[in-house]
């Protein structure tokens, strides 16, 4: 348990705008054990303002990914002022497994665990560990795809991975059009709903099936 001293709460909206003020005024410093990032929105934008623009390295990071994407999909949510944002209203969300590790192991992170929708990633000059870093596709079969147990987030989530890998037959080019299809869908109901609102820009491409 830390002491009182040690800790700055800070209940502010964090952006890739706001965050090297809110990182500065919360005196973390340099030397950051521990990151942990999971809000449902542009997750890996945020990522990337703390180690790209703050410059921060944690030994440590943790994100939520948006396992509806399994792997190799690369998915991301980037930033804009004034987007519109919500996993729990049915809008585009978050970063998957394949994109954080892709986008951490160009900045020398690997993937240690994945804890059903939470991903552990540690940096390599850090790696403690006799075996080595884990693929995204092995780690997303292991400890979500196939995993034995109860979760509340699993069951919709896992429905949407399986249909999507079991649809796309071992195709990288169906299994990016069928994945498209939801974040497209909800792009034209949000607009619907509100008009004249800023989508949330995504991004969605394909890597190789580890057994490729």
Same mark, same amino acid.
Request: hydrophobic share 45%; glycine share 6%; proline share 8%.
């Given at each position: 348990?830390?002491?009182? !001293?040690?800790?700055?709460?800070?209940?502010?909206?964090?952006?890739?705008?706001?965050?090297?003020?809110?990182?500065?005024?919360?005196?973390?410093?340099?030397?950051?054990?521990?990151?942990?990032?999971?809000?449902?929105?542009?997750?890996?934008?945020?990522?990337?303002?703390?180690?790209?623009?703050?410059?921060?390295?944690?030994?440590?990071?943790?994100? !939520? *990914?948006?396992?509806?994407?399994?792997?190799?999909?690369?998915?991301?949510?980037?930033?804009?002022?004034?987007?519109?944002?919500?996993?729990?209203?049915?809008?585009?969300?978050?970063?998957?497994?394949?994109?954080?590790?892709?986008?951490?192991?160009?900045?020398?992170?690997?993937? %240690?665990?994945?804890?059903? %929708?939470? *991903?552990?990633?540690?940096?390599?000059?850090?790696?403690?560990?006799?075996?080595?870093? %884990?693929?995204?596709?092995?780690?997303?079969? *292991?400890?979500?795809?196939?995993?034995?147990?109860?979760?509340?987030?699993?069951?919709?989530?896992?429905?949407?991975?399986?249909?999507?890998?079991?649809?796309?037959?071992?195709?990288?080019?169906?299994? %990016?059009?069928?994945?498209?299809?939801?974040?497209?869908?909800?792009?034209?109901?949000?607009?619907?709903?509100?008009?004249?609102?800023?989508?949330?820009?995504?991004?969605?491409?394909?890597?190789?099936?580890?057994?490729?």
């Amino acid at each position: 348990e830390l002491p009182p !001293e040690r800790v700055v709460a800070l209940a502010e909206f964090a952006t890739p705008e706001t965050v090297d003020d809110q990182l500065r005024r919360a005196q973390l410093g340099r030397e950051l054990t521990v990151l942990k990032i999971d809000i449902d929105a542009f997750d890996c934008s945020l990522l990337s303002a703390v180690l790209d623009v703050v410059q921060l390295r944690p030994a440590v990071i943790v994100m !939520e *990914a948006n396992v509806k994407f399994p792997p190799p999909l690369q998915w991301n949510v980037g930033f804009v002022p004034g987007m519109a944002l919500g996993s729990r209203i049915g809008r585009p969300w978050g970063c998957s497994l394949a994109y954080q590790a892709a986008f951490l192991g160009e900045r020398q992170y690997s993937l %240690l665990h994945l804890d059903i %929708l939470d *991903a552990v990633f540690v940096r390599d000059d850090l790696w403690p560990f006799p075996w080595r870093p %884990l693929h995204p596709q092995e780690a997303f079969e *292991a400890h979500f795809l196939h995993f034995v147990g109860d979760s509340n987030f699993r069951p919709p989530m896992w429905d949407r991975a399986h249909s999507l890998l079991a649809g796309a037959k071992g195709s990288r080019s169906r299994l %990016l059009e069928l994945a498209r299809r939801e974040p497209l869908i909800q792009d034209k109901s949000t607009l619907r709903g509100v008009p004249g609102i800023s989508l949330a820009p995504w991004n969605l491409t394909v890597g190789a099936y580890l057994d490729a």
